[in-house]
């Protein structure tokens, strides 16, 4: 199929033409998510670029350098029926910010509107405030985002299996993986760590830029070949899957919640934990600062006893020393006596 082709293909589709016919879906969102700063909103350009064929623009307002900047959800229209949408992306894996990542993937916040992470309950309430400003009738196409710059660490592996996983446990759809950045880094070990997650359609992706946004057939031809894949999978589902767009809505925004109470009772716990953990190395550090004060204390003492020990014996030697002087002096004193009692009497025995 070449390009007019596909473009033809896109740009008539519509879930009216569904067998079943649309089942109350008007417009099928694909809905961008992932990690900030992995090119998100520099594909969308190119998506845009490419279906437009004219003047390239920053339409998606993507960052010049390696760092997210979407802060709200960004839709961009493709044709009448399909829409490209820029969510916030999250700083980690963990965290608070998960809760807004799945609700905005199930589209249970409004579009074009700031998207704030928020602790404790305070989601749910945005999400029921929310309830006016959202479409049911919205097909939800899910497609993760990832730069081939960024290798997955081992420790990240089974995390961000979670977040695919539990993408399609709430949209009832494996997510599409893009890969941006696909020459600057190891495509090979990257799309090898999400085929090992379980995921089964990846497409990679050079976007186009400010700086390079050189037409090529190759690039054209990626991405209407990755809207095509995504409308076609859409179009299976509705025309072989008995849906009903209310409960789904109603299904996500339950999940999401659950999500929120399962996610605070998590980060409850881990306080919990590292409350626990810091009191014991409270304790721990007491204990031993007892233990140093109580060896000091003992080295002191033995320390008091030996000078104390030492002294006695200087002066018991001191002593010992004095008396076996005093003993000489004595013994010299009483030899001197003596000879001078000889002679005394040597004297009076002349005389007689």
């Not at 293909?9 to 900030?36: P, Y």
């Not at 969510?87 to 905005?104: M, T, V």
Request: charged share 35%; aromatic share 10%; hydrophobic share 30%.
């Amino acid at each position: 199929m070449d390009m007019d082709e596909l473009k033809h293909v896109i740009n008539s589709f519509s879930f009216d033409r569904c067998k079943k016919g649309n089942q109350g879906f008007n417009r099928c969102l694909i809905q961008l998510f992932g990690l900030a700063g992995h090119g998100k909103s520099s594909f969308i350009n190119t998506c845009v670029y490419v279906w437009q064929d004219g003047e390239y623009k920053n339409w998606a307002k993507a960052a010049e350098g390696y760092g997210g900047k979407t802060t709200e959800r960004i839709p961009h229209k493709i044709t009448s029926n399909i829409t490209l949408v820029d969510n916030r992306g999250w700083p980690k894996l963990d965290g608070y910010g998960s809760g807004e990542i799945f609700a905005q993937l199930g589209n249970l916040l409004p579009l074009g509107r700031g998207v704030e992470f928020t602790k404790g309950f305070g989601l749910v309430e945005k999400i029921v405030r929310s309830e006016k400003l959202v479409k049911d009738s919205d097909f939800i196409a899910p497609v993760f985002v990832h730069s081939v710059k960024h290798i997955i660490p081992t420790e990240e592996i089974e995390e961000l299996k979670s977040v695919l996983h539990t993408a399609r446990e709430m949209t009832g759809i494996y997510p599409i993986v893009v890969l941006t950045h696909k020459t600057y880094g190891n495509l090979t070990t990257v799309e090898s760590s999400f085929r090992d997650m379980g995921i089964e359609r990846i497409f990679a992706f050079e976007n186009y830029t400010q700086e390079d946004h050189f037409k090529t057939r190759g690039r054209h031809e990626e991405v209407l070949k990755f809207l095509q894949e995504v409308i076609k999978d859409a179009q299976f589902r509705v025309e072989h899957q008995t849906r009903n767009p209310v409960k789904e809505m109603h299904d996500r925004k339950q999940f999401v919640m659950n999500y929120v109470h399962q996610r605070e009772k998590k980060m409850e716990q881990e306080g919990l934990e590292r409350k626990k953990a810091l009191d014991r190395a409270m304790r721990e550090k007491e204990l031993k600062r007892q233990e140093e004060e109580f060896e000091r204390e003992r080295q002191r003492r033995k320390e008091a006893e030996e000078a104390e020990l030492r002294k006695r014996r200087e002066e018991l030697e001191r002593q010992r020393s004095a008396e076996q002087a005093r003993y000489v002096e004595i013994q010299a004193q009483q030899q001197a006596n003596a000879k001078g009692g000889k002679k005394f009497l040597g004297f009076f025995s002349k005389k007689k």
